[in-house]
């Protein structure tokens, strides 16, 4: 343990190689000890991930960590932690399964540090500072793994929300001139931007000239909406995009006149195949 380290806990004089002995032993054992937690996770959790690098890893860190200050091993964890959760999130695997696996080995190598102590003669005070040193580095393993873990589900939950709504405004090349865009269900702030992104993006990629925006299954206009499809409309207009609406059903209309929302400049139809009919006596050429 360095002089720093020895200071800054008020230790009693113990040097680094009286503390070798701790670390050898526990290095000794790793593979003993990571193959012995493999079997049980396979026969408790029928979890059969391959996880034993990593618990190698953390077996080496929690040794090291007997020699160096706290801050070096704090970072050492982190790493650790940081790729243990990834693992688990993409594997599906729960949070509490490396909690499980970090409380396992504080046992163990507590146990360790017990019989070196014993066999090295160490004094109880001196004891009581390598197990409080050793503890604070299992602590900070399960607070970087609980961290990690978090930030890596929400960013894979994110990513999937994304996803989902992107496939809900999906555009469907009807013509070469003509897309068709179906709404389905409320049209959000979030839901709004993905509109966005990708009646632009495919506009211009199919190089459309009309596209119809079919509000048959969207169940209620109100200010919001209108204002996030207003936006939508004049960006594609932008880019030489004509739009349509489609499926304004009577209680719809009705909605919009009591809020004072006014589409006059935006040809409107009560069903799909009308707006279709009235695009195509415009298109040049049909499939």
């Known amino acids: 343990m360095t002089k720093e380290l020895k200071e800054s806990h008020n230790m009693q004089l113990i040097t680094i190689e009286q503390l070798h002995p701790i670390r050898d032993v ?18 408790l959790h029928d979890v059969y991930t391959e996880l034993t690098t990593f618990r190698i890893d953390l077996l080496t860190i929690y040794a090291d960590s007997i020699l160096v200050e706290k801050d070096i091993a704090a970072d050492m964890i982190k790493d ?56 604070t580095i299992v602590d900070d393993a399960v607070q970087w793994v609980s961290k990690s873990y978090l930030e890596d589900y929400t960013k894979q939950i994110k990513h999937a929300q994304y996803a989902i709504d992107e496939l809900s405004v999906p555009i469907v090349r009807m013509t070469k001139e003509t897309g068709i865009l179906p709404l389905v269900g409320d049209l959000d702030t979030q839901r709004a931007q993905i509109l966005m992104e990708n009646a ?28 996030q499809l207003f936006k939508v409309i004049a960006g594609l207009q932008l880019i030489g995009v004509r739009v349509v609406l489609s499926g304004i059903r009577s ?36 499939g």
């Open 200 to 227: 632009l993006s495919k506009g211009s990629e199919y190089q459309l000239k009309w596209l119809i925006i079919d509000l048959s299954a969207v169940p209620i206009i109100d200010t919001m909406v209108a204002d």
């Open 80 to 135: 650790w932690g940081e790729n243990l959760s990834n693992l688990l999130v993409n594997h599906g695997l729960p949070l509490n399964l490396a909690l499980e696996e970090i409380s396992y080995y504080r046992d163990l190598i507590g146990e360790i540090i017990k019989d070196e102590a014993n066999n090295n003669k160490f004094s109880l005070n001196v004891f009581y500072e390598i197990i409080s040193h050793f503890n």
């Open 251 to 286: 209680e719809i209309a009705h909605t919009m006149v009591s809020l004072g929302i006014t589409i006059d400049h935006i040809k409107t139809f009560a069903s799909l195949h009308q707006a279709v009919s009235y695009t195509n006596s415009f298109t040049s050429s049909v």
């Open 26 to 43: 526990i290095i000794q054992r790793k593979e003993e000890l990571a193959e012995r937690k493999k079997q049980n996770l396979a026969l």
